[in-house]
């Protein structure tokens, strides 16, 4: 079964742009979850998404927004970047309490806002 | 809301002793709690899980305890080897929900040969 992936893997960026990462779960889980890491500050949780509906949301600016498709691939889109945006942005998948409620994390996408 | 805290958050050991890293939570509904191993580049990777039902959960040279009472759990590793440095996160959550995950801080281990 093929694990979480994100794309793109590594991006760059400038100070006031837009930016949208992509999440694809693994096959069969509905939940996909977002996560900021930086060296300082360890794994931050922005938000999660379930059957296309935000179920749990993070302490971050609304400039950070989601979105879930019929096909559980989520989407990412920080706008309006910030210096402090650059991070390792990890998404992660889950099952249900019935499947697998373990929860995997993808490679991660590297963002540097210049 | 869930708070998970970690400690060491660096830990160095030579090889083929053990290594054990700590973690506490606050809530007492939770019942799920992963470790994941974090190496350079890469994203978390999921290397043992226990619920809240289970005192302790064994997987070859890595176990997991839980003292629901205290409200802490700890990651051992025996016999340490080189490709075990890495970053350990430890996580609470509640399986039976669609609560979120509380990550720790992390805890970076570095195996000396």
């Known amino acids: 079964k093929a694990g979480v992936t994100q794309t793109p893997r590594y991006l760059i960026k400038t100070r006031g742009q837009q930016v949208t990462l992509s999440c694809s779960p693994i096959s069969g889980h509905r939940s996909v979850s977002w996560y900021q890491q930086t060296p300082g500050q360890g794994l931050q949780f922005l938000f999660e998404y379930f059957s296309e509906t935000q179920r749990n949301k993070g302490n971050f600016p609304g400039r950070f927004s989601g979105r879930q498709f019929s096909n559980s691939r989520s989407e990412m889109n920080v706008s309006t970047l910030e210096l402090g945006d650059s991070a390792l942005y990890l998404c992660?998948?889950?099952?249900?309490?019935?499947?697998?409620?373990?929860?995997?994390f993808g490679p991660g996408t590297r963002l540097t806002v210049t | 809301g869930e708070n998970v805290e970690q400690h060491p958050s660096t830990l160095s050991v030579q090889e083929g002793d053990s290594a054990v890293i700590k973690c506490t939570y606050s809530d007492s509904a939770s019942n799920y709690f992963p470790w994941y191993k974090q190496e350079l580049g890469k994203g978390p990777q999921l290397i043992i899980d226990i619920r809240s039902n289970v005192g302790e959960k064994k997987d070859q040279r890595i176990a997991v305890t839980l003292n629901k009472t205290a409200k802490h759990f700890s990651l051992h590793i025996t016999e340490t080897q080189p490709e075990d440095s890495a970053v350990y996160f430890c996580?609470?959550?509640?399986?039976?929900?669609?609560?979120?995950?509380?990550f720790g801080t992390g805890t970076s281990l570095t195996v000396i040969p």
């Open positions: 992660a998948s889950r099952g249900t309490p019935k499947t697998s409620y373990e929860q995997y």
């Open positions: 996580a609470a959550s509640r399986w039976d929900t669609g609560n979120q995950f509380y």
